[in-house]
Structure formats: C-alpha cells, structure tokens
C-alpha cells in the first residue's frame, strides 16, 4: 500500500548531539503523527500535529507539519541514551466510511545513540 | 489517559492451533480499532479496520477467514488466527481511536506470535 518517504532510515549519532528526520508524501493529509517503537513493544504517540504549518513541541522534541500538508519533520535535541528507538511518521486522514482515521506509515528512522 | 491494553503479549504454540489476541481501550471508548502485522525491521502493515458492532473491513490480501476480528463492545476488539502456521509467526499489535473528530490511534504494546 501507499507509503510515506521517511528518511534518514538509519541514524548513529553520539549522545548530545541534535537529531532531525522527515517526511514527504504525494498526498495531503488531515493529521501528522510521530511515533516512537522501542523493541518488543507498539508505537508511543510522540507529537500530533493538526494544522498546517503548526509547529509543536514536547520537551526535546519539537515537529512541524508542513503548509503543503504533504511533509513534517520531527527534530531531537540534546539526544540522550534512551532516545534509541524507531521513529515512524504517519499521515492520518479522516475521510468517511472505512477510511476514518486510517494511517499511512513511514518505512522508520532506526536512531542508535552512542553514549 | 489514552491507554490501550493488548492481551497477550507472547503465545507460542503448535501449528493447526487458533489464537485469540484482545484489544482493550481501557480509559475511552474506542469505536474504530485497527490491527496490524509487523516483521522485523519494518513498518506495521494494516490488516483491518474494525468498527464496533459492524463487520471488520480488511485490506488486500489479508485473508477474513483466517484472521477473525470481532469488536463486540466500544472497549474491546479480538483478532482470532485460525490454524495457525508458522507463516503467520509475527509480531501482531492493535491500536485504537477515541469518539470525537482528529483523534491520533494509540496502540497496543502488542502480542509476539510464534507458532511452532
């Protein structure tokens, strides 16, 4: 199925140090949402960004959704130790019928933080 | 808030055997619950989309008669894989949306399936 362009896939980066990741797509979306998967376990909702050009923070982590609603970015600051994890963005849409509230994922920015 | 519970987190079983896993919203009611398949390294895969008390609505190539999804009550959606092969060994999650318009899904901690 349809899938969001993620990159970068993978990141190595030494504690400290800034993180930034994005996401394009062909479509609009109603919804940006960024998710962090640690290993053996579901994605943790990070930031939901609803409008365009909203730009929202949550501690170190600040994401933008974009004007075209076709992109966002997600930005880490200060990475720490336990900020390794996967990162999925995912455009959310909220057309009627069987397509409410369906996501359309990223392929994940595997992020590995060196201490 | 916005807590969904999976149940359970591990099975290992025999082939030929079904599997029941739950899906619970345990602080909101969740009328659209979705289910998902992931293998390793990569992004989650969507199954089907079940709406409560209507029948699940499935994507491509996922087969409805081997992957059982019931959604009895605004809390709770079961996904049931009937005789289990070792193909269908994988990591399965859930994730739910409240009531109300622009809610994100919240998901599941997920269940590890290993059929032998």
């Known amino acids: 199925g349809q899938q969001l362009n993620q990159s970068p896939q993978s990141m190595f980066i030494q504690e400290g140090e800034d993180v930034s990741m994005n996401c394009t797509s062909s479509s609009i979306f109603n919804t940006w949402l960024w998710y962090k998967q640690d290993p053996g376990e579901g994605p943790v909702l990070l930031i939901a960004l609803y409008k365009a050009g909203e730009l929202t923070s949550n501690g170190r982590l600040t994401a933008q959704f974009g004007i075209t609603r076709k992109d966002s970015f997600l930005n880490i600051s200060a990475s720490i130790p336990s900020d390794v994890g996967i990162y999925f963005c995912?455009?959310?849409?909220?057309?009627?019928?069987?397509?409410?509230?369906?996501?359309?994922f990223g392929q994940g920015t595997i992020l590995t933080v060196h201490p | 808030g916005a807590v969904v519970s999976q149940h359970p987190s591990w099975v290992i079983c025999k082939s030929g055997t079904s599997v029941k896993i739950e899906c619970r919203s345990l602080?909101?009611?969740?009328?659209?619950m979705f289910w998902y398949r992931q293998f390793p390294k990569q992004s989650l895969m969507l199954m089907a989309t079940s709406n409560e008390g209507s029948k699940a609505t499935y994507e491509q190539g996922v087969e409805k008669d081997k992957f059982l999804i019931n959604h009895a009550s605004l809390t709770l959606s079961t996904l049931t894989v009937t005789s289990a092969h070792p193909e269908d060994s994988s990591f399965y999650i859930c994730s739910a949306i409240a009531a109300g318009g622009n809610q994100p899904q919240h998901f599941g901690d997920g269940t590890r399936l290993s059929i032998l």
């Open positions: 602080d909101f009611q969740a009328t659209t």
């Open positions: 995912a455009g959310q849409v909220y057309a009627g019928g069987t397509s409410y509230g369906k996501l359309t």
